[in-house]
């Protein structure tokens, strides 16, 4: 890891300890929408099955994908496995809380876990964050865990295709993990600091 990127990372988290910025934690307690092609409900499993241009909405959660199995524990959790189409990635977008600025994330498959209030992107993984209409961070890695209660992040470089993002950039090489990460300005409220990331992902890049 360079000097810069770790600078970077203890400044996101030294910012973020005077003023957190989580995604919109009502979206847990909104209830899942979801429009497919066709639906296949198993009862012994208690799985619903969508098939065909998936899109779940869930408060500010939007997910796009190919299929999507969704299931719902005796708590009340739901949890939901959204895949692409072959060669293709499956959306994840969210708003965050009191900020102008959306989390967007890419994958071939995504998991999103209700009770953890976590998603999951595996293979070509892409986790970008948008100020307004503008990209400032992106983040490319082989598995990429956001933490929607913490805004925490990790990256795992292995295994990566180095296909490019939907931006055009390649995505990471296999076994690393690729960061773009734009400066905040001295004027930027704490509130609206970047995303922390997990001491994770100062291990995986070399």
Not at 160 to 189: D, E, H, N, W
């Amino acid at each position: 890891m360079t000097s810069h990127l770790f600078s970077w990372l203890i400044s996101c988290v030294m910012a973020l300890s005077a003023g957190l910025v989580h995604a919109e934690n009502a979206d847990r307690d909104k209830p899942m929408n979801v429009e497919a092609d066709a639906l296949r409900y198993d009862d012994a499993k208690k799985v619903s099955i969508f098939t065909g241009k998936v899109v779940l909405t869930k408060g500010t959660i939007l997910i796009r994908g190919e299929k999507l199995e969704v299931r719902q524990d005796e708590q009340g959790y739901q949890y939901g496995v959204v895949t692409a189409e072959p060669g293709k990635r499956a959306l994840f977008r969210q708003k965050r809380e009191g900020v102008d600025e959306i989390i967007e994330g890419e994958g071939e498959t995504i998991d999103y876990d209700g009770r953890l209030d976590t998603v999951k992107f595996v293979g070509q993984a892409q986790l970008r964050r948008f100020q307004g209409a503008r990209l400032n961070d992106e983040f490319n890695a082989g598995v990429i865990v956001y933490n929607n209660l913490t805004d925490v992040f990790t990256l795992d470089g292995a295994p990566a295709t180095g296909a490019k993002g939907s931006t055009g950039q390649p995505g990471a090489p296999a076994g690393r993990v690729r960061a773009m990460l734009t400066p905040k300005p001295a004027s930027t409220p704490a509130s609206s600091a970047p995303l922390r990331s997990s001491p994770q992902l100062e291990g995986t890049a070399k």
